[in-house]
């Protein structure tokens, strides 16, 4: 498996004296699924809960490989990056 992709969004909606919107922030791992250790979603679902993760979600890439988008709130990506010592 290779992670390819690690996005991360901040932002803010609204001005001074609008109602603040409600929002999460949340991180997403792109993770490739394919070559001699692809796995079954509900093998990356058990790995992503250990690791942290909200959802894993199937799908392809941009290049149409088979992958899986790994959902995480930001706090849990972020300390899940330290803990594997890749921040």
Same mark, same amino acid.
């Given at each position: 498996?290779?992670i ?10 609204g001005?001074?004296g609008?109602a603040?919107p409600?929002f @999460?922030?949340k991180g ?6 394919n070559?001699?250790k692809?796995? =079954?979603?509900d093998e *990356? ?18 290049e @149409?490989?088979?992958s ?9 990506l972020?300390? =899940?990056?330290?803990? *594997?010592?890749?921040?």
């Amino acid at each position: 498996m290779e992670i390819f992709a690690v996005c991360v969004c901040r932002g803010s909606i609204g001005e001074s004296g609008t109602a603040k919107p409600s929002f @999460d922030f949340k991180g997403v791992v792109y993770v490739c699924n394919n070559g001699d250790k692809s796995m =079954s979603k509900d093998e *990356a679902l058990e790995k992503a809960i250990e690791a942290g993760a909200e959802d894993v979600l199937e799908g392809f890439d941009d290049e @149409d490989r088979p992958s899986f988008r790994v959902i995480f709130h930001i706090s849990e990506l972020l300390l =899940s990056l330290r803990m *594997a010592k890749l921040i």
